[in-house]
């Protein structure tokens, strides 16, 4: 891989199109190309949307705490895959019930393969010396309330510790049911902005 390129993954939490938390992805990704191509450095994206791919949810039967394994012939493996050799991961996800959509949960919890390998055989599967950069997104549709993002955020920050991936920034937006991102122009600067920061990481110095 040349050095000057950069994989960058984003993960769609929301199963709808007309989705609040892909919007502020996409314009974190439109960041990141403008950062990209300040400094001169080349962009592959891999878009996931967990609600679209093949994901068994987890049985519970440690076959990966012997093994490293899953016993799962799904896209997860792939998926995994992708993780490892990104080097910018992003997830975007709307609060359903205080929490995430269970398709992107379903897919969280299927990276337990990653955590045995690191923890329990001592044989990591996940390249833990790359430098990996993350960013969490959240959008809830009610206004402000106690813990609305908290389970978002314990899961989220335990996601992005499994694939050894340090958390660059938390954003969380309430209310998304009673806005039109498309008139929020600071906040929309403010996700561009990020993705710029996001890719400045990986620029030579
Ligand atoms: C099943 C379901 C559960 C939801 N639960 C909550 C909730 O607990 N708190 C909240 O603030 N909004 C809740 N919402 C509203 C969504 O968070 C809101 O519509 C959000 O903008 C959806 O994100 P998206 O536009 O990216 O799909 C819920 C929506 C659905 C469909």
Known sequence: MPENLLQITGIKGSPRSESNSSRLLEEVLTGCDRAAEKTDQEIIKNIIKPDEREISACIACFHCDRTG????????????????????????SPIFFNGMPSTLKKMIDRCQPIWASKYRLKRP???RHKKRRGLLLGCAGAPEYQDQFTALKTVGEMFFKTINTRLLAKKFIPNTDNLILEQESELLDEFRKLGEKLVEEFARK
């Open 125 to 127: 599967i996940i390249d």
């Open 69 to 92: 394994e899953c016993i799962f012939r799904d896209d997860m493996p792939e998926l995994i895959k992708t993780f490892n050799r990104s080097d910018i991961i992003i997830v975007a």
